[in-house]
C-alpha cells in the first residue's frame, strides 16, 4: 500500500501515432519524445493537433475511448518503460471535459474516490481530500456539498483536487482552467505548482493560453498538425525566439505579445452600427440552477437590443449560465420577468419559454457550456444542417462556408462526439449561426480555442451584431470582449450591475 507520493514517471515516445477509428487521417504521428522523470511541460499545437489524444494515450485510455470499433497505433508509448495501459494508476488525468469525469454525488466522495481505488491507506484520505479541496478554492464546501449543485468551473476545480488527491507520479491536465475565472485560473496554476513540487510528479499540462503557465514549466513541446514536434525547448527559447514566433503563430499557438486578429491577416472587425429595437426585456429577474434550488442571482433588469454585445462576467458559481439558459427560453426564472419584445416575438406570445423549438430557433439561439449537451446527429454535416432543417430554411451555401471559416470542413462525415475539444466547441457555435437567429447566447465561446479559430470567432460573432443580431457571451474571457468592444454585465454575489452600461443595458441591480 502507498504511504506517499508516487515516483515521479519518465514518459518516452517513439514514432507513436494513434488514428481514431473511422478516421482517414492520424490524431498523432511520427512522435518521438522523452520527457525526464519530474520534468514539468506544457503542450501546445492547434486545435484538433492531437494534445488530449497523446494525454488519454499516456492515461492509458485510449482503447476505453473507441469502444467496440477500435483504433490502430503505431510507434510505441511508455511510462517507465510499460505500456500506458498496463501502469494505470501511474497516472492522474484531469479531462477536458469535467462534466464527464465527475461521477459521485458528493463533493468529498468525489475527491476521495481516486485515492481509494489506489489503496491509499483510509487513515490518509482525509487529509488528502482536505488538502486537495483547499488547493483548488473548494475548501469552503461542505464534503456532503452535491457535486450536481456546482457549476462547470467549480467541477473543473473538483476534478482537478481529485487527481491531485492521487498524487501521482505523472500529471495529465487537459486545459484546467480554461472555464476559470480570473483569480481561479492564477489559483488553481498555483496549486498544481505547490503539488507537483511537493511530490515531484512529472507535470503535462495543456493549454492554448501559454502566458499563465510558461512561469511555471521547464520545457514547451508543440505538436506540429501534420505530426511529430514543431519545437520543443525552455520556454523563454520556444516562445520568445525571434526565429520561431512566426512559425509558431502561423501554426496557431498562442504567442505571448501577438495579436491573433492582426496575425491571421483578415479585415478589420467590421463598426458596429447604430443599436436597433429592443428584443428581449428582464425586470427584476432572478434565476436558480433548478426548481426546488435558491436562486444564485436576483435583481437583474437588462434589455437586449439588435445589432449589440454583452459579455456576462463574474466569478465561477455566480449565476452566469444560468442566467443565459433564463434568457434563452430554456428555463423558467425564480422572479421577475423576461419578455420577448414584437420585433423578437412577432405574433408569438410574449415568454420565450413557452415558444415551441421551430418558433425559438430562428429567435433565440444557445451555445450550452458543455457543447456535448446540444449535438443531436451522428455527422458533422447534419449537425449543422439541423437548425435550418427544423425551420424549413435552405441554407447549404450558409452551413458550407460556416465549415470552412471555422476550420471544420475536413470533418464534416465524422461523429461530433469524436471531436477534440475546440473541435466541438466550434461546431455547437456553428450549429446556432447556421440557423441565423436574432438573439445570440454564448456560454464561454472561446473554450479551447488556438489563435486562429479564436480570430475567427471574434470576426463571425462581430459580423453577426453588425447584422443585426444581439449577441451575450458568457465569458471570463477578457480578450474576447475587449476585442468585439462589448459592454459587460458583471455578476456576483446574487447580483448583476452595469460594469461598463452602453446601449445594450439600461442597468441592473440588486
Do not use: C
Amino acid at each position: 500500500m502507498p504511504e506517499g507520493p508516487a515516483a515521479p514517471a519518465e514518459v518516452r515516445a517513439e514514432g507513436f501515432g494513434w488514428r481514431h477509428a473511422g478516421r482517414r487521417r492520424p490524431a498523432v504521428s511520427g512522435l518521438d519524445l522523452h520527457i525526464r522523470a519530474g520534468e514539468k511541460v506544457l503542450l501546445l499545437g492547434a486545435s484538433g493537433a492531437g494534445k488530449s489524444t497523446l494525454l488519454h494515450a499516456l492515461a492509458g485510455i485510449l482503447a476505453d475511448d473507441e469502444g467496440d470499433g477500435g483504433g490502430e497505433q503505431a510507434g510505441r508509448l511508455s511510462i517507465e518503460g510499460a505500456d500506458p495501459r498496463r501502469a494505470r494508476g501511474r497516472a492522474g488525468l484531469v479531462l477536458q471535459d469535467p462534466e464527464s469525469q465527475v461521477v459521485l454525488s458528493r463533493v468529498g466522495d468525489e475527491v476521495a474516490f481516486g485515492a481509494e481505488n489506489l489503496r491509499v491507506p483510509a487513515a490518509q484520505i482525509p487529509a488528502r481530500t482536505a488538502q486537495a479541496l483547499e488547493d483548488v478554492g473548494l475548501g469552503h464546501l461542505p464534503p456532503g456539498h452535491p457535486t450536481a449543485a456546482l457549476s462547470g468551473g467549480q467541477k473543473q476545480r473538483l476534478a482537478l483536487a481529485a487527481v491531485l488527491a492521487m498524487q501521482p507520479g505523472l500529471l495529465l491536465l487537459d486545459e484546467p482552467t480554461a472555464n476559470l475565472d480570473p483569480a481561479g485560473v492564477l489559483e488553481v496554476r498555483d496549486a498544481v505548482a505547490r503539488t507537483v513540487e511537493r511530490t515531484g510528479a512529472t507535470l503535462i499540462v495543456v493549454e492554448h493560453r501559454t502566458a499563465v503557465w510558461a512561469p511555471v514549466v521547464d520545457r514547451v513541446l508543440v505538436l506540429a498538425a501534420d505530426g511529430g514536434l514543431l519545437a520543443d525547448g525552455p520556454p523563454e527559447q520556444v516562445l520568445g525566439g525571434q526565429g520561431i514566433r512566426s512559425r509558431l503563430a502561423a501554426a496557431g499557438v498562442w504567442v505571448p505579445g501577438l495579436d491573433p486578429l492582426a496575425a491571421d491577416g483578415g479585415p478589420p472587425l467590421p463598426a458596429p452600427g447604430t443599436p436597433g429595437d429592443t428584443l428581449l426585456t428582464a425586470e427584476d429577474l432572478a434565476v436558480a440552477p433548478s426548481r426546488h434550488a435558491q436562486p444564485v442571482l436576483a435583481g437583474v433588469d437588462l434589455q437586449l437590443r439588435a445589432g449589440t454585445m454583452l459579455g456576462v462576467v463574474g466569478p465561477n458559481g455566480a449565476g452566469k449560465s444560468t442566467l443565459a439558459l433564463a434568457l434563452g427560453g430554456l428555463t423558467a426564472p425564480r422572479a421577475g420577468s423576461l419578455r420577448a419584445e414584437p420585433a423578437l416575438r412577432g405574433t408569438l406570445g410574449a415568454e420565450p419559454r413557452r415558444w415551441k423549438p421551430p418558433q425559438l430557433i430562428p429567435r433565440i439561439g444557445s451555445v450550452f457550456q458543455e457543447p456535448e449537451h446540444q449535438f443531436l446527429t451522428g455527422r458533422v454535416r447534419d449537425e449543422l444542417a439541423y437548425g435550418p432543417r427544423r425551420i424549413r430554411r435552405e441554407r447549404s451555401a450558409v452551413v458550407e462556408e460556416l465549415a470552412e471559416r471555422l476550420r471544420l470542413g475536413h470533418l464534416m462525415d465524422v461523429n461530433p462526439f469524436t471531436l477534440s475539444g475546440g473541435e466541438k466547441r466550434r461546431l455547437s457555435v456553428a450549429t446556432v449561426l447556421a440557423a441565423a437567429p436574432q438573439v445570440l447566447l454564448l456560454d464561454e465561446p472561446t473554450f479551447g480555442q488556438d489563435a486562429r479559430t479564436w480570430a475567427q470567432l471574434v470576426r463571425l460573432l462581430a459580423e453577426q451584431a453588425a447584422g443585426g443580431r444581439a449577441v451575450v457571451a458568457v465569458t471570463h474571457d477578457a480578450d474576447f470582449l475587449a476585442a468585439l468592444d462589448a459592454a459587460r454585465l458583471q455578476v456576483g454575489g446574487g447580483a448583476a450591475a452595469a460594469e461598463r452600461p452602453a446601449d445594450a443595458l439600461r442597468g441592473a441591480g440588486a
